[in-house]
């Protein structure tokens, strides 16, 4: 969690440069057919394990909350950027907002980089379904500078009918020892050595569905 954020830090430093010297945003994955605006329509959680879905709950980790609970609409954005000296990216935007008309605010658009996406998809194809870039960590140091903590990955696909499907699968950690961060003169949790500390059993499945919007959610 705290690489994340060091990372959000960076990137909202770099925007100034982007944003003057990026290639257009909207390349990437734009041919994926996953790219559109959904609607919500279920959301459960099995806090218990993951050998099959949950009851239905009203609170997420998978999408972001608004003053009226969970977010009811998502926008999946192809998104690309290109400068000099910094390289380039090209990943899947998913954004989830209470209002379409938010998503929309964020799609990437000519320079316009988002910061705040939900989740960055670089990893897989509609195919086979898209996975978070690496994978995600909630770990974090203790005392004894060891890492401790939950390990999760995010997936994301479409089923045979469009709806969209995205799953959130967690995973205790054994401790493992901090490492010196890419992002300055302290010690973190690295993700990659937290996936390499997870247990076996994953310990719990949030799963949140979503039609495309104008689709009858009983097709």
Known sequence: MFERQIRAMISAMLVGFLVVGAAACGGGPGSSAL???????????????????????????????????????????????????????SFLQVVSCSELSDCHEEKCVGTKINIGATHEFRDGNDDDGWMTDGDSTSTFGNDDDLCEGTYYTVSMRQDEDGTLVLEKRSYDVEPFEE?????????????????????????QLEVVRAKPVGADATE
């Open 179 to 203: 490492t010196p961060s890419e992002f300055g003169d302290f010690l973190a949790c690295d993700k990659e050595e937290a996936a390499k500390a997870a247990k076996p059993d994953c310990t």
């Open 35 to 89: 790219l559109g605006d959904y609607e919500v329509i279920s959301v459960t959680l099995n806090s218990t394990g993951c050998d099959g879905e949950g009851e239905a709950t009203d609170s997420s980790d998978l999408l972001d909350d608004g003053p009226d609970g969970i977010h009811g609409v998502i926008m999946v954005d192809s998104c690309s950027w290109s400068y000099p000296g910094l390289g380039s990216d």
